[in-house]
């Protein structure tokens, strides 16, 4: 499935990038590996992420060996990721 980014999550992923670099190359790409691994996961499975019980449509999937977590919502011929969020910072609670 065609995936697209709001965006903030375009923004995000930049973030990402840019807070991984203070690691160090190896992490920084190590961090990008695996958040295209999550997506290519998300565009091959748009409906096997967690559902965000308070956000009707939502999903959810954390990068597992990386402190991010992936929102995104299901359309008919796309996936939109919507944030990329550190998995230290307060919840989300804002619909955007």
Do not use: C, N
């Amino acid at each position: 499935m065609k995936v697209e980014f709001s965006e903030r999550a375009a923004a995000d992923l930049r973030k990402v990038s840019a807070d991984s670099q203070v690691f160090g190359a190896a992490v920084a790409a190590a961090v990008e590996l695996r958040t295209r691994q999550i997506i290519a996961h998300i565009a091959a499975r748009p409906y096997a992420a967690a559902r965000v019980i308070e956000r009707p449509g939502m999903h959810v999937i954390p990068l597992i060996r990386y402190p991010y977590k992936i929102f995104s919502r299901v359309f008919e011929d796309r996936v939109r990721i919507l944030h990329i969020r550190h998995t230290s910072r307060r919840p989300w609670t804002r619909d955007r």
